[in-house]
């Protein structure tokens, strides 16, 4: 009877923690990882606990601590795609590229959560580290599906004017000189890419016109039409 009484109060400890740490994780990610580590100390094979642990580290900051329970929750939910991709941004943060990248691509190949948000933040991180070993194909690829699904953020029209013009910076320290040539590539690659061929052919020829001496823009416009 003491043994099932202990079991029954676990359970309900659990129960508490799980759900308190649920409804915190959004707006306060470090009290969230707090809870979820007493949860996972109750019981400590729930995969999807080492992810929300993960998340919260995540988005507090704590990038080496993420990995880590994002490691022990893609070992525990193999599988599943979302905590593979999570781990590799995690491991994107931390500066473990090559790792990473091999992470996200698994975790891409089995399938990720119907998150937008989520998503289209894992293939951002998979399309800076492709431009960082500039593999401008594998960057472009990375951002087809965002744009399919009508995602014309700048970050997106970013990495797609690097990727199209194979140029290889980062966004965070192109050229201010190099700014419109690269938004303007972006658009036009994103209007390809989304099969406005209308829009597409105009930006094209806009960009012949503006910026007819760059470096890839004739050959960008020669691929891409």
Not at 29 to 35: D, Q, Y
Not at 159 to 172: D, H, M, N, R
Not at 201 to 221: A, D, I, R, W
Request: aromatic letters at 10%; hydrophobic letters at 45%; one cysteine or more.
């Amino acid at each position: 009877m003491v043994g099932g009484a202990a079991a029954q109060d676990s359970g309900r400890n659990f129960d508490e923690l799980a759900r308190r740490a649920e409804a915190v994780l959004d707006t306060h990610p470090a009290e969230a990882a707090s809870l979820y580590r007493k949860a996972l100390a109750i019981r400590p094979n729930w995969p999807e606990g080492w992810l929300y642990l993960g998340a919260g580290l995540f988005q507090a900051g704590r990038y080496a601590e993420a990995r880590d329970a994002l490691r022990k929750g893609a070992t525990l939910a193999s599988g599943k795609g979302t905590p593979l991709a999570f781990l590799g941004m995690a491991e994107y943060e931390l500066g473990d590229y090559k790792k990473a990248l091999s992470d996200i691509l698994r975790g891409e190949s089995i399938g990720l959560a119907d998150k937008p948000d989520f998503v289209a933040a894992v293939r951002y991180r998979a399309a800076l580290i492709a431009l960082r070993f500039s593999d401008f194909g594998q960057a472009l690829e990375q951002m087809r599906p965002l744009v399919r699904a009508g995602n014309d953020s700048p970050s997106v029209i970013g990495v797609l004017g690097l990727s199209a013009l194979c140029l290889g910076y980062q966004p965070s320290n192109v050229p201010t000189a190099k700014r419109p040539l690269i938004e303007l590539a972006g658009r036009a690659a994103w209007a390809f890419v989304a099969e406005r061929a209308d829009l597409s052919e105009s930006l094209f020829k806009e960009l012949e016109t503006q910026f007819p001496n760059e470096p890839g823009v004739h050959y960008m416009c020669g691929v891409f039409r």
